[in-house]
T-cell receptor, first 114, second 116 residues
Framework: AQKVTQAQTEISVVEKEDVTLDCVYE???????LFWYKQPPSGELVFLIR??????QNEISGRYSWNFQKSTSSFNFTITASQVVDSAVYFC???????????FGAGTRLTVKP | ETGVTQTPRHLVMGMTNKKSLKCEQH?????MYWYKQSAKKPLELMFV???????ENNSVPSRFSPECPNSSHLFLHLHTLQPEDSALYLC???????????????FGSGTQLSVL
């Protein structure tokens, strides 16, 4: 069964610090997709990124970057020079090609203090 | 604004009440979803509708009854709930129901449900 683990329940940093959110996944499928979503206090989850299992290239989008390592089944998310507006709960999710279900991790609550 | 609107934002109900949660999407999507978010637990997929047909029902108790009258609206009818059903109920939509091939799900802000 597919499984997503976000070991960090809560992280607190001071503004401008870099922070990495960890995500480890389990799947038996060779074709799968990994996602990160952000849930601000308003409640709605906001899509950040989607990667497929055949594309291990790391990606950078502004202050956000993602490190996909199939060898360690990890898909970590780094925020560089964090800002107060980055405060939210961040979810990692996994979807296998044959399943109609996106499995979410328990989430990591990030607090960025001024 | 994600294009997915949920009402009410907050709901308090007794165990003998009957209430309904409403979700509306303005994105022209074909699939809609109900997720349950309990404190300190992963989001749980409850139901998936594609073109108004239910395609997934993840062993959800019968006290939760979904309804999808058209591709833009989704309801979750609640009756005789238990206190452990208290959670944030999130609605989402996507272009089609193949989650793995979709770019993303669009979520509403959720209904925070408290069962007394």
């Amino acid at each position: 069964a597919q499984k997503v683990t976000q070991a960090q329940t809560e992280i607190s940093v001071v503004e401008k610090e870099d922070v990495t959110l960890d995500c480890v996944y389990e799947t038996r499928d060779t074709t799968y997709y990994l996602f990160w979503y952000k849930q601000p206090p308003s409640g709605e989850l906001v899509f950040l990124i989607r990667r497929n299992s055949f594309d291990e290239q790391n990606e950078i989008s502004g202050r956000y970057s993602w490190n996909f390592q199939k060898s360690t089944s990890s898909f970590n998310f780094t925020i560089t020079a964090s800002q107060v507006v980055d405060s939210a709960v961040y979810f990692c999710a996994l979807s296998e090609a044959q399943n109609n279900d996106m499995r979410f991790g328990a989430g990591t609550r990030l607090t960025v203090k001024p | 604004e994600t294009g997915v609107t949920q009402t009410p934002r907050h709901l308090v109900m007794g165990m003998t009440n009957k209430k309904s949660l409403k979700c509306e999407q303005h994105l022209g999507h074909n699939a809609m979803y109900w997720y349950k978010q309990s404190a300190k637990k992963p989001l749980e997929l409850m139901f998936v509708y594609s073109l108004e047909e239910r395609v997934e029902n993840n062993s959800v108790p019968s006290r939760f009854s979904p309804e999808c009258p058209n591709s833009s609206h989704l309801f979750l009818h609640l009756h005789t709930l238990q206190p452990e059903d208290s959670a944030l109920y999130l609605c989402a939509s996507s272009q089609d129901s193949q989650i793995a091939t979709n770019e993303k799900l669009f979520f509403g802000s959720g209904t925070q449900l408290s069962v007394l």
